[in-house]
């Protein structure tokens, strides 16, 4: 009588389970969108992404394509992945249109950085647009990175530097530099591009120079603001 034949299976190795596991860290961590975080409020606000209204909260993260509105009182302070912050006075509308992260160059560890502690990423491009309110905004210095702020009057742009933007209800654009240096352009109304063709943009790099940029007809000179103006702007950021 022939007896039944058994197997017994060897046990698992640990070190098979490495490919799956570089697999889930992989996914998790290079392929994650860059998140903004809301990390102070005072008053209240909403957010809405992917057509769905939710309450403006402490913690919550916001991705790429989110638009904030905060209500008023609404003051609400954002951090970015490079710990730029950015922070929205009553009654703003913003919305952040790109977020982009990329492998940090001349980084020898970056795969492994990357891999473990989603750390060898560095901010690529960030461009929001404020509708109305306004925001202001300390950006960590990046060479490579481009950081811009739409309004339907103007452009900003920096690579590092401390500066406030407000959008009035006749979309007439007060911008006002702290420290630092930023380049604004003015944009036609029709087809939000700058106004004219190789227009050149106006370079504020002097503290509490501010420009007011007008839908049409285009950006005043630039120039040294009074401190009551400078403190009244500064003042609707304050307590967040």
Request: proline share 5%.
């Amino acid at each position: 009588m022939r007896m039944p034949r058994f197997s017994l299976a060897r046990p698992l190795s640990p070190y098979s389970l490495i490919p799956t596991l570089l697999f889930l860290l992989l996914s998790s961590n290079l392929l994650a969108a860059p998140m903004v975080e809301v990390i102070a409020l005072r008053g209240s606000g909403e957010v809405i992404a992917h057509g769905k209204t939710t309450a403006l909260s402490v913690g919550l993260q916001l991705e790429q394509g989110t638009e904030i509105r905060t209500h008023s009182p609404g003051r609400a302070k954002l951090r970015f992945p490079d710990n730029s912050i950015v922070i929205l006075s009553d009654a703003s509308r913003m919305t952040i249109e790109r977020l982009t992260e990329e492998a940090a160059a001349n980084n020898p560890s970056a795969f492994v950085d990357q891999l473990f502690t989603h750390q060898g990423k560095q901010l690529k491009q960030v461009q929001l647009m404020l509708a109305t309110g306004l925001i202001g905004q300390k950006v960590t210095p990046g060479q490579d990175k481009s950081w811009s702020v739409r309004s339907r009057s103007s452009v900003t742009a920096v690579r590092g530097t401390e500066f406030q933007v407000a959008v009035n209800a006749d979309q007439t654009s007060e911008i006002h530099i702290s420290s630092g240096s930023i380049f604004v352009t003015a944009v036609t109304t029709a087809d939000q591009q700058p106004l004219g063709q190789g227009a050149t943009p106006f370079v504020l790099d002097q503290p509490n120079q501010g420009i007011d940029c007008h839908l049409s007809a285009g950006c005043d000179q630039p120039k040294v603001w009074g401190a009551k103006r400078v403190n009244a702007m500064l003042e609707r950021l304050s307590g967040v």
